[in-house]
């Protein structure tokens, strides 16, 4: 027997012997339960840092420079919708207005008479025309003036709560003085980012458009009264964060 042929055989009773070990110590197969996955609605919840603003905030100027007569209202004061705020001293503009409606009198009398002269072939219809175009700047002028009159009134433009006055009864102010501003805290909006990754996985889980509910936490950690609904979705991403704004809207009485 050549040392080829040993080789080979010694190579077979390994094997076989290998063979025989394994089936003489068999592996024993473990015993498992067989359950079913439990399928349920998930509700995911997402923090953010949100700015809150107003339904409405409105600064409230001077149209009219002058001294400011009375103050008709506090600061932290809930007023009405018309409701008179501010009066600046009306006399000088209350004059102008006289002036002006004397002007137009004035002005109606001088067409009636040029009027009888044109008809009398004594005057032509050119000086007609320029009376009657004086006329009509005299009505603007009066018109004007009505209106500065009535700018020494100053109105809340809707209901809402004074916000710090910044100038007392007998203050100068000038035309466009910031006097104060005005709140309507009816609702409030709250903005805040999301990535555009949520974004896109926020409309991926909504082909519908179905509005998100979202809730408020004061700075008290107490969550706000009413819930709120995300109203509205900035087109763009910022290029530099990536980041898109959302605002909600949250009722704050019922």
């Known amino acids: 027997m050549t040392i080829l042929q040993r080789c080979i055989l010694i190579g077979m009773f390994t094997g076989m012997i290998a063979c025989k070990s394994k089936k003489e110590n068999p592996v024993e197969v473990g015993k498992f339960q067989i359950t079913s996955a439990l399928q349920a609605d998930t509700s995911v919840n997402k923090e953010y840092v949100a700015e809150i603003q107003s339904i409405q905030n409105v600064e409230i100027r001077a149209k009219v420079k002058g001294y ?72 603007s002028e009066e018109t004007l003036a009505e209106l500065y009159v009535t700018y020494t009134k100053i109105r809340a433009p809707f209901e809402g709560i004074i916000d710090r006055l910044k100038f007392k009864q007998g203050s100068l102010i000038d035309e466009g003085t910031l006097l104060t501003s005005i709140s309507n805290n009816r609702d409030v909006y709250a903005y805040f980012n999301v990535s555009e990754v949520e974004y896109l996985d926020f409309k991926s889980r909504n082909p519908n458009n179905n509005k998100m509910t979202a809730g408020l936490i004061l700075a008290n950690n107490q969550p706000h009264q009413y819930k709120g609904q995300v109203e509205t979705i900035e087109s763009e991403f910022d290029k530099n964060t990536g980041r898109d704004r959302k605002s909600a809207r949250l009722n704050s009485s019922h």
Request: proline share 1%; aromatic share 2%.
């Open 68 to 139: 400011i007569e009375s103050v008709n209202a506090d600061e932290g004061q809930h007023v009405s919708s018309g409701q008179l705020l501010f009066t600046i001293r009306p006399i000088e503009y209350e004059a102008a207005l006289l002036k002006a409606k004397a002007e137009v009198k004035k002005c109606e009398l001088e067409v009636q008479n040029v009027k009888i002269l044109s008809e009398k072939n004594i005057v032509s219809k050119t000086e007609l025309s320029l009376a009657l175009a004086k006329l009509d700047q005299a009505k």
